[in-house]
């Protein structure tokens, strides 16, 4: 499980209202939560929108 979906889940958030709080597209989320896409490699105004939604750090989000 990545950050951003533990993260999501523990803030009782379903993917479309992740991406309705933050502005990215359901598609993305879902791209970043399954490892097509790492999210590591996503811009960083995508990251922050995100971080923000979810009332975390930038950092909290990353996979390191």
């Known amino acids: 499980m990545t950050n951003l979906q533990r993260i ?3 803030s ?3 993917q479309r209202q ?3 709080a ?3 597209n359901v598609r ?3 791209h970043y939560e399954q490892e097509q896409k790492p999210i590591n490699n996503a ?3 995508t990251v922050y929108k ?3 939604a979810l ?3 930038v950092e909290d989000l990353l996979e390191i």
């Open 8 to 10: 999501r889940k523990a």
């Open 43 to 45: 811009s960083a105004l």
């Open 22 to 24: 933050s502005g990215v």
């Open 18 to 20: 992740l991406a309705e």
């Open 55 to 57: 009332k975390v750090s």
């Open 50 to 52: 995100l971080a923000q």
């Open 12 to 14: 009782g958030l379903n």
């Open 28 to 30: 993305m989320i879902q």
